[in-house]
């Protein structure tokens, strides 16, 4: 086919192949072990499985209602209230979507306009400053501190003006693994009290927390949820990334806005998935030994590197582990990851892509939602780097 003979103004000029994608492609073309994007490589529940095929065989395979099922809504708003005391009406305050990035899409293309401005905090999940690009907004980029990936408030104080329209934060953190403590929700809502800014709370990972920490989320809060969009990830919580299922939560007013971007962007997500997914939550057991699951994964993996040169970088929450090689090489990370890939066999993803300016403080993402004899290979491979 002819190329578009035209000109082509491109809305991300600046914007290429994500790095899931690129380092995807080269541990398939090198046969080597995928640490890099975040998925698990053991299978989901059967029980889960087969209420999907049960719905379907019960013929819920035409378009769901907009805002999703009645019932899942009503079950994640018991799940909610029964998790962070916080009271939601499903009928009016829930969206289910499809994954957690449509989500965060959608939120953003509903109250950002142009000329706003959304603080983000970096490194960041790669989506979120184009979505703030998309909808003619300006991605405010504030960095984490290392080397426990906290926020400096002091420092998000300075950088709110009049054009400040959103904060975006995220807990557990996708690729820093830090949490946000309840100070952290304090402060937040101190600095937002008395304005029109909307917080965008990005928590897919609200179950996967380790040692014993509880998660903060902004609906533990009540003032703070009041300005509040929530997303949350039925693809993190139950093993299924590749059927981009999530759900949305705010207030009425927030929720209702949310809901005229949703209709024309998705309209309804995946049905009878939504069925599946009601039946199969209404037992905590499918989702709460999931920090304890998760935490036996990141210690496997962390004593298997031990004889390594890699050094781990604590991880509080998420699946993914940090891990600095400044005792291996002087390479940059993109450089060095991709050497790991095609000379060791282990794809993982370097931090400095999650900054809009790279970052290279020599660290690498390794994801250790996998198989145990995945992570024993894996680390094999590794302890022969350097």
Same mark, same amino acid.
């Given at each position: 086919? *002819?190329?578009?003979? @035209? ?35 053991? *299978? ?27 019932p899942l809504r009503e079950v994640l708003a018991e799940k909610i209230e029964d ?15 499809? @994954? ?149 939560? @705010? ?36 989702y709460t030994y999931l920090p304890q699951f998760y935490q036996a994964k990141r ?50 993803? *370097? ?36």
């Amino acid at each position: 086919m *002819p190329k578009f003979p @035209g000109v082509i103004n491109s809305k991300l000029p600046n914007t290429g192949t994500t790095i899931f994608t690129v380092m995807s492609k080269l541990a398939a073309d090198h046969d080597a072990i995928n640490l890099s994007q975040g998925f698990p490589d053991f *299978p989901c529940s059967e029980e889960l499985v087969s209420l999907v095929n049960k719905y379907m065989q019960k013929g819920f395979n035409q378009y769901a209602p907009m805002p999703g099922i009645m019932p899942l809504r009503e079950v994640l708003a018991e799940k909610i209230e029964d998790s962070y005391s916080a009271v939601y009406n499903p009928e009016t305050e829930i969206t289910i979507t499809s @994954g957690g990035t449509q989500a965060i899409f959608t939120a953003i293309s509903a109250f950002v306009k142009e000329g706003d401005e959304v603080i983000i905090f970096e490194p960041a999940y790669d989506s979120y400053a184009p979505a703030i690009e998309l909808a003619g907004g300006r991605p405010i980029f504030v960095q984490l501190k290392a080397p426990d990936y906290h926020i400096e408030w002091n420092e998000v104080k300075k950088m709110i003006r009049q054009s400040t329209r959103m904060i975006l934060i995220n807990t557990p953190h996708n690729p820093a693994s830090a949490t946000m403590s309840a100070q952290d929700m304090q402060q937040l809502d101190k600095i937002t009290r008395n304005t029109d800014i909307i917080v965008l709370s990005d928590e897919v990972y609200e179950h996967i927390i380790f040692d014993g920490l509880e998660h903060q989320s902004v609906m533990r809060f009540p003032k703070l949820a009041e300005r509040s969009i929530v997303i949350f990830s039925f693809g993190k919580t139950l093993h299924v990334t590749g059927w981009k299922m999530g759900y949305a939560v @705010g207030p009425e007013n927030l929720m209702k806005e949310f809901r005229k971007v949703h209709q024309f962007n998705v309209f309804s997500s995946n049905h009878p998935m939504q069925w599946a997914i009601t039946d199969f939550l209404k037992n905590k057991d499918n989702y709460t030994y999931l920090p304890q699951f998760y935490q036996a994964k990141r210690d496997h993996f962390i004593s298997l590197m031990k004889g390594s040169k890699f050094e781990p970088i604590e991880c509080k929450g998420s699946y993914f582990q940090l891990m600095s090689y400044k005792n291996i090489s002087n390479e940059k990370d993109t450089d060095f990851a991709i050497r790991l890939t095609k000379e060791f066999g282990v794809a993982s993803i *370097p931090v400095s892509v999650f900054y809009h300016k790279p970052v290279d403080n020599k660290i690498l993402r390794f994801c250790f939602a996998k198989e145990n004899e995945t992570l024993e290979k894996a680390a094999e491979k590794l302890l022969m780097v350097g």
